[in-house]
T-cell receptor, first 113, second 114 residues
Framework: GAGVSQTPSNKVTEKGKYVELRCDPI?????LYWYRQSLGQGPEFLIY????????DSGLPNDRFFAVRPEGSVSTLKIQRTERGDSAVYLC???????????FGPGTRLLVL | DQQVKQNSPSLSVQEGRISILNCDYT??????FLWYKKYPAEGPTFLIS?????DKNEDGRFTVFLNKSAKHLSLHIVPSQPGDSAVYFC?????????????FGKGTTLSVSS
């Protein structure tokens, strides 16, 4: 079956611009997560959705970052007024409601110039 | 303050030999541990996991050992193959329920030479 998909695979933007990153989870997975991986680091948790609601957004670095999942499937991570420090790989993962294993997508590589 | 530490940035092993990747953690609330493998330009791929009620879990060539008293786990790959060359991430969480954020180490790059 299809895995987690993310679009775009690469995004180059200028400082101050707004970007949207999309995640399509594995069909039937109700839990969805966003992580960010900077160079030389492991993935860092940003936000978790159970269904349509953000159940844990404690990892979002500041209020420039926002994510939605309006219909409980596809999610969009939104970054306002991008800064060069936002450059990273943004990873999405999904899991079954009662399972702990998170399955990751290929990531979106964001470069802020 | 890193809660999950992989102190070896890299490891080189010959094909057919054993690869041992190590991971230490500091948070005693962690009770579920996972290993992910990552190839360049791809997302992490789930490899194997272990619950804190066990001290060993095996899946084919991959075995994970957990030493709770030492807050240490290791991944053994036997025999190692060139296709195993990748970055390996150790991750931990405070429960195996969905909705628990994973805390990752920085990764260990494994190179298996033929």
């Amino acid at each position: 079956g299809a895995g987690v998909s993310q679009t775009p695979s690469n995004k180059v933007t200028e400082k101050g611009k707004y970007v949207e990153l999309r995640c399509d989870p594995i069909s039937g997975h109700t839990a969805l997560y966003w992580y960010r991986q900077s160079l030389g680091q492991g993935p860092e948790f940003l936000i978790y959705f159970q269904g349509t609601g953000a159940a844990d957004d404690s990892g979002l670095p500041n209020d420039r970052f926002f994510a939605v999942r309006p219909e409980g499937s596809v999610s969009t991570l939104k970054i306002q007024r991008t800064e060069r420090g936002d450059s990273a790989v943004y990873l999405c993962a999904s899991s079954w409601d009662r399972g702990g294993t998170q399955y990751f997508g290929p990531g979106t590589r964001l470069l802020v110039l | 303050d890193q809660q999950v530490k992989q102190n070896s940035p890299s490891l080189s092993v010959q094909e057919g030999r054993i690869s041992i990747l190590n991971c230490d953690y500091t948070n005693s609330m962690f009770d579920y541990f996972l290993w992910y493998k990552k190839y360049p330009a791809e997302g992490p791929t789930f490899l194997i996991s272990i619950s804190s009620i066990k001290d060993k879990n095996e899946d084919g060539r991959f075995t994970v050992f957990l030493n709770k008293s030492a807050k240490h786990l290791s991944l053994h790959i036997v025999p190692s193959q060139p296709g195993d060359s990748a970055v390996y991430f150790c991750a931990a969480s405070s429960g195996s329920q969905a909705g628990t954020a994973l805390i990752f180490g920085k990764g260990t790059t494994l190179s298996v030479s033929s």
